[in-house]
C-alpha cells in the first residue's frame, strides 16, 4: 500500500455515497393502503472509511420507558443495510458542500434531533397520503434532516407507492439539539 496520502487508491473512495432506501413502511402496517403501498425511508451513508451508516426516525415503544411510548425518535445503525429496499435514490448535497460534508452533518443532526418530544402520527384517515398540518412520521423525520442540512425537501416520487409524511418536514428546530421541552 503506498504510504503517500495524495495517492490515487487514496482519492478513489474517499468521497461516501449518500442513497435514500424506501422500503414498505412497518411491513405488514405499510400495505394498509394496498394497491398502494406505504414507503418507509432510511438515509444510508456509504464511506470505504468509515462503512455503512443507516438514518431514520422510528416510533418509539418501552425502550425509554412508559411515558416516551409513541414519540418520534432518531434512530441510526451501522454496518448492516436496509432489507428488502423497493427504491433507491442518490442524494447529492447542495452546491458548495462537499459529499464528505454533506454526510457529516447528516450524522451530526441527526445526533442533535430532539427524540421522544413529537408525538409519532399515522396518515390522515390512516388510509391517506398526507399528514394532517403538525403530525408527524417517520418520513417527515427523513425530509425534516435533509432540509435541515440542504435548505430543502428533494422531491420524491417513486410509482407505485405513497409517501405520507415527505410533504411535512418536521421543523429544523428538532434538529439543532436544543431543548424544545
Known amino acids: 500500500m503506498p504510504s503517500n496520502m495524495n495517492s490515487a487508491a487514496r482519492a ?15 411491513d405488514p402496517v405499510g400495505y394498509v393502503t394496498w394497491p398502494t403501498p406505504d414507503l418507509h425511508f432510511s438515509i444510508v451513508i456509504d464511506d470505504a472509511y468509515s462503512g455503512i451508516t443507516v438514518i431514520d426516525g422510528q416510533p418509539t415503544f418501552f425502550e425509554a420507558g412508559r411515558r416516551n411510548f409513541g414519540l418520534i425518535r432518531s434512530n441510526r445503525y451501522m454496518n448492516s443495510l436496509p432489507g428488502e429496499v423497493r427504491t433507491q435514490i442518490p442524494l447529492n448535497p447542495p452546491q458548495g458542500m462537499s459529499r464528505q460534508e454533506f454526510a457529516r452533518q447528516l450524522v451530526v443532526n441527526s445526533q442533535k434531533f430532539a427524540s421522544y418530544v413529537s408525538p409519532y402520527s399515522a396518515p ?23 432540509k435541515s442540512v440542504t435548505g430543502y425537501v428533494p ?8 409517501t405520507p409524511g415527505w410533504e411535512s418536514p418536521m421543523p429544523a428546530h428538532y434538529y439543532k439539539g436544543e431543548a424544545i421541552r
Open 12 to 26: 478513489q473512495h474517499s468521497e461516501p455515497n449518500i442513497t435514500l432506501y424506501g422500503r414498505i413502511a412497518a
Open 124 to 146: 390522515k384517515n390512516i388510509l391517506g397520503s398526507r399528514m394532517r398540518p403538525g403530525e408527524y412520521n417517520s418520513s417527515s423525520y427523513v425530509a425534516g434532516l435533509l
Open 155 to 162: 422531491l420524491v416520487s417513486v410509482p407505485g407507492y405513497l
